[in-house]
């Protein structure tokens, strides 16, 4: 049996990780409302965040021209994203192809909708978005899930985004640099409109944990739970 008694941080460490989830999820319940709760325990790299809030639909500008979302009838993951990002929008992306090609192994790509929110409308253009998709679907060997419009990127005017962001609680600040701070993960909506789960990563390093999670979620929300 290990002994621990000359390393009582060991002790203080995990009470303060424990307290500090606690408090995370307490305060993310208060903001969200009642009925919130977290799907995932204080290990899981991929916590999901169970809402149950109607996104009210906008029309904005995108790379299959103008649409409304959410996308009725259909679920959809909304991605905030930006291309010059220099890390964790590709994370993202990787994360969304391995989901995509999950999802037409099990007859469901249909059914989904992948949107990415820009973050970025200061700089950004739909022509890059459009490039950045053909090279990443392309890579992947998927470039017909941009074709057929499954995977399509959302770009308007500030005050636009904003309305989308503070719908899907995404922040998103500009800094001195040019470079965008901005919210991280997957937003899952129903096809009635409901915001139903947040998926926010933990751990980026286990990018196969978090693309499961999502599965997980659009096949619960696909069979009616």
Not at 5 to 18: D, Q, R, S
Not at 100 to 129: F, H, Q, R
Not at 157 to 182: F, N, P, Y
Request: charge should be neutral.
């Amino acid at each position: 049996m290990l002994n621990l008694k000359p390393y009582p941080h060991f002790f203080l460490l995990g009470a303060l990780a424990i307290a500090l989830f606690s408090i995370s999820a307490a305060l993310y319940t208060y903001l969200r409302g009642p009925g919130v709760g977290v799907e995932g325990g204080i290990l899981d790299p991929a916590p999901a965040y169970a809402i149950n809030r109607l996104l009210f639909p906008l029309t904005v500008n995108s790379t299959s021209g103008p649409m409304e979302v959410p996308v009725k009838g259909k679920i959809n993951v909304f991605v905030p994203q930006y291309v010059r990002c220099p890390d964790i929008c590709h994370m993202e992306t990787i994360v969304m192809l391995y989901v995509m090609k999950t999802l037409m192994d099990k007859g469901l790509i249909n059914d989904v909708v992948w949107i990415t929110v820009d973050v970025d409308p200061w700089s950004s253009t739909l022509e890059d978005a459009r490039s950045y998709m053909k090279a990443k679907a392309g890579g992947a060997g998927l470039n017909m899930l941009v074709d057929r419009g499954f995977w399509v990127w959302v770009l308007d005017s500030e005050d636009k985004l904003r309305k989308i962001w503070s719908q899907l609680d995404i922040r998103a600040e500009r800094s001195r640099t040019g470079l965008v701070a901005h919210t991280a993960g997957f937003v899952i909506v129903d096809g009635n409109g409901y915001i139903r789960y947040y998926v926010n990563p933990r751990d980026w390093a286990n990018l196969t944990a978090i693309a499961d999670k999502i599965v997980e979620l659009v096949e619960n929300i696909k069979s009616g739970r």
